[in-house]
C-alpha cells in the first residue's frame, strides 16, 4: 500500500484505538492482494472502524455509517468523483474505493478527503469490481469481531496448509480441504500413514472418479452440499470413517472439508469441532480463490496487452518473460463455429453458405456450440500444461496463445511451436470438434506479439475459408494446421483483399445489390457468379459444379447482366466482381447450392 499526504485544511482527529468487535481499515487492507489497492489519503488515520462493505449508488446510498464504499463508474482523475466522496461522506463512509484514472488524482479529490475525514483508495485494473468486494468481505470476516474460543488465530488469511493443519489439532483427525468439484486444495499429515483412499486423492489431487460416482450415487454428495450439518459415512473396509462439512459463504458454497479417523476413530466432540472449522475456513476459501481468480485476471490482463500492443516489460514480467523472449502467436477455433456462423467480412457483414454436405465429408458437419466451448477450454488447458507454457486469451469464438519461444536455432523454435499446435489440435479432437489451428509469425520480443498476431488470424481466416468450401465435392480436404509457409498462395490473396479493402469499398454496387437480393428473395445467385469466376466462365464445368443444368446457369447469368449490370465479358468487371466477393467471404465458390436464381 501507498499513501500519499496532502495539503489540507484541518480534519478530524486521528482514531488510533481499533473498536471493539470491529476491524479497522488497517487491518481490513492488510488482508488484501499487495497492489490490488492504493491507499491515497486516510485524513483520520488507517484505524478507523470498518462495519461493512457496500457499493455506491447516488440514488440510494443514504446511509453507509463506517462502510467501506466502491464506486465503479467513478475514476480519480474524472469531475464527478469530488461529488461521489462528499455524497459518500454525507451517508458515513468509512472509505470510498474509485478507479485509478489516466490523468492521475484530481486534487479537488484530496480535498475533499481531508476536508470530510473521509479516507480514499483506488483500485489498480487487474481486479474486478466482484472479485474486490469478495475479497474485501472474506476480509471483514476474517478480522472482525473476538475470535472463537479454538479459532487457529496464527492461520495467515488463505493459507490452506496451515489451516488444514490447525484444523488437524482442532478436529483430531487427517484434513483434506476440497473445492466444489472435489479437487484437493490442501491436506494435513498424519501420524498413522493414510488409508489408500486418501492417498490416492492426494496423489491425484481430487477425489478419485470412482469414489464421486460412488458418492453421488449413495445421496452422500446430495446430503454433503445441501445442508450446514456434519455428514458421516462410516469405515469401509480398509477405507476408515470419515466425516464431512459443507464451508459456505452465505447461500454460496465454497468447498468442503474432510476429517478422517487417523489410527483411531474420531472422538466424540470431532462434529462440533468440524462445524466451528467451517466457519473458520470460509473466509480462508473465499481468500485462496479470490486471489487466484485475481492473479489469473491479472495474467489475462497482461496477455492482452502484450498481444494487442499495450504491454510493456511489466506486462511480460507478470507472464514470466523477459522483453527479449523471442514469442509466437497460434490461434484455435473449430470447424463446427465456422459451419455455426459463416463468414464474417472484413466489414462485418456475416454470409452464410448453403449447400448440402460433401458424403462422409467431416468438414461440412457442425458441432454444437458446447462441444466448440468444451474444446476451447480442452486447448487452454493444453497450452498451459505445455513446456514451455503457453498463456492463452479467449476472444469471441477463438483462442489465441502467447508462446513463448526457445532462444536459439529457427529450426527449434519452430519445432517448439509446430509441437504445440499438433498437441492443441489433438485437444480439440477430443472434445468431439474438428480443429482449425494456424500459427503467426515468430517474433524477438513480447513487443512485436501483435505482428505474430495478426499474422495467425490471417492464416486462421485462410483455414477458415478452407473448411466452409471443404463440402463442395471438388474441394481439396481442409488443413488442421497451418503456418504462413503451408498457406502462402491463399494469404497473398487475402492481403490483397484486405489492401483493396483499405482503398475502395470492397462490397459495393452490383455485388452489394446481388448479395442483399439473396438474403432477401432465397435465391443463390452470389454462388452462381463465384462458381462461375472460380471456372474462368466455363458454362459446363460451373454447371456441373451447382448441380444444375446449363441453360439454367445461362438463364442466371443473364439475369446477372440484365438485373444487376454484371457484364462478365468485360474483365475490368470480372476483378471487382471476384474482389467483391472475395471480401464477402463468398469466393472461392461456396459449397453447391441446388436453389433456382
Known amino acids: ?31 488484501t492482494p499487495g497492489e490490488a489497492l492504493d491507499l491515497l489519503a486516510a485524513p483520520r488515520g488507517s484505524h478507523v472502524p470498518v462495519h461493512g462493505v457496500g457499493v455506491f449508488d447516488a440514488g440510494e446510498t443514504f446511509a453507509a455509517h463506517g462502510q467501506v464504499l466502491l464506486a465503479p463508474g467513478t475514476d480519480d482523475s474524472s469531475d464527478t468523483a469530488p461529488l461521489v466522496l462528499r455524497s459518500a461522506a454525507r451517508a458515513g463512509a468509512a472509505a470510498v474505493v474509485v478507479r485509478r484514472g489516466p490523468g492521475g488524482t484530481d486534487p479537488r479529490l484530496l480535498e475533499v478527503a481531508a476536508e470530510t475525514g473521509t479516507a480514499l483508495l ?34 495467515p488469511l488463505g493459507d490452506l496448509p496451515a489451516l488444514a493443519r490447525a484444523l488437524s489439532a482442532l478436529v483430531g483427525g487427517a484434513i483434506t480441504i476440497e473445492d466444489p468439484d472435489s479437487r484437493v486444495l490442501a491436506f494435513s499429515p498424519t501420524e498413522h500413514g493414510s488409508d489408500p483412499l486418501r492417498r490416492q486423492t492426494i496423489l491425484g489431487q481430487q477425489v478419485p472418479r470412482w469414489r464421486l460416482a460412488e458418492l453421488t450415487a449413495s445421496g452422500f ?53 468440524l462445524r466451528e472449522a467451517a466457519r473458520t475456513a470460509a473466509p480462508h476459501l473465499q481468500r485462496h480463490r479470490q486471489r487466484t481468480q485475481q492473479g489469473a485476471a491479472h495474467r489475462r490482463r497482461a496477455v492482452r496487452d502484450l498481444l494487442e500492443g499495450t504491454g510493456d516489460a511489466d506486462s511480460a514480467a507478470a507472464l514470466g518473460l523477459t522483453p527479449e523472449t523471442p514469442c ?3 490461434s484455435v477455433t473449430t470447424q463446427g463455429a465456422v459451419a455455426a456462423k459463416g463468414a464474417v467480412t472484413p466489414q462485418g457483414a456475416v454470409t452464410t453458405r448453403g449447400g448440402p454436405p460433401r458424403t462422409g465429408s467431416a468438414a461440412a458437419e457442425p458441432q454444437l456450440p458446447d462441444a466448440h ?19 492463452p486469451l479467449r476472444d469471441a469464438d477463438r483462442l489465441d496463445i502467447l508462446l513463448p519461444l526457445p532462444d536459439g536455432e529457427p529450426a527449434e523454435a519452430d519445432a517448439t511451436a509446430r509441437r ?30 501483435p505482428r505474430s498476431r495478426t499474422s495467425a488470424h490471417l492464416v486462421l481466416q485462410v483455414l477458415r475459408d478452407r473448411a466452409a468450401r471443404a463440402a463442395h465435392e471438388s474441394a481439396p480436404e481442409p488443413l488442421e494446421v497451418a503456418a504462413e509457409t503451408d498457406v502462402r498462395a491463399a494469404l497473398d490473396a487475402l492481403r490483397a483483399v484486405h489492401t483493396v479493402a483499405g482503398l475502395t469499398p470492397p462490397v459495393d454496387g452490383p455485388v452489394r445489390e446481388l448479395l ?33 443444368h446449363p441453360n439454367t446457369l445461362r438463364y442466371r447469368l443473364r439475369r446477372l447482366r440484365d438485373r444487376f449490370g454484371l457484364d462478365l465479358d468485360d474483365p475490368d468487371v470480372r476483378l471487382l466482381a471476384e474482389l467483391a466477393l472475395r471480401a464477402a467471404g463468398r469466393h472461392p465458390a461456396a459449397p453447391r447450392d441446388d436453389r433456382s436464381g
Not at 489433438?426 to 515468430?442: D, I, K, N, Q, S
Not at 442483399?516 to 445467385?525: K, M
Request: hydrophobic fraction near 45%; proline fraction near 9%; charge should be negative.
Open 1 to 31: 500500500m501507498s499513501s500519499s499526504s496532502p495539503a489540507h485544511r484541518p480534519a478530524a482527529p486521528e482514531v488510533t484505538e481499533q473498536h471493539q468487535g470491529h476491524p479497522t481499515l488497517a487491518s481490513l487492507l492488510a488482508t
Open 122 to 155: 483506488t483500485r489498480a485494473p487487474w481486479v474486478e469490481w466482484t472479485e474486490l468486494i469478495g475479497t474485501l468481505r472474506a476480509g471483514l470476516a476474517h478480522a472482525g469481531g473476538p475470535p472463537a474460543r479454538e479459532y487457529p488465530t496464527d492461520v
Open 221 to 273: 454428495l446430495r446430503t454433503l452440499w445441501s445442508t450446514d450439518e456434519v455428514v458421516h459415512r462410516p469405515a469401509e473396509g480398509q477405507f476408515s470413517e470419515r466425516l464431512a462439512v459443507a464451508v459456505r459463504a452465505g447461500d454460496e458454497v465454497l468447498g468442503s472439508i474432510w476429517a478422517a479417523a487417523d489410527g483411531s476413530p474420531l472422538r466424540d466432540a470431532a462434529r462440533q469441532a
Open 328 to 330: 509466437v502467436v497460434l
Open 373 to 391: 466451448d468444451r474444446a476451447l477450454r480442452l486447448a487452454s488447458l493444453q497450452a498451459t500444461a505445455h513446456q514451455p507454457p503457453g498463456h
Open 420 to 449: 504445440l499446435a499438433l498437441r492443441l489440435a489433438a485437444a480439440v479432437h477430443e472434445a468431439g470438434a474438428l480443429p482449425l489451428v494456424a500459427l503467426g509469425t515468430p517474433q524477438p520480443t513480447p513487443a512485436k506479439a
Open 516 to 548: 442483399a437480393h439473396d438474403a432477401q428473395h432465397g435465391t443463390a445467385l452470389a454462388p452462381t457468379l463465384a462458381a462461375y469466376l472460380s471456372r474462368f466462365g466455363d458454362v459446363p464445368g460451373t454447371a456441373r459444379e451447382l448441380g444444375v
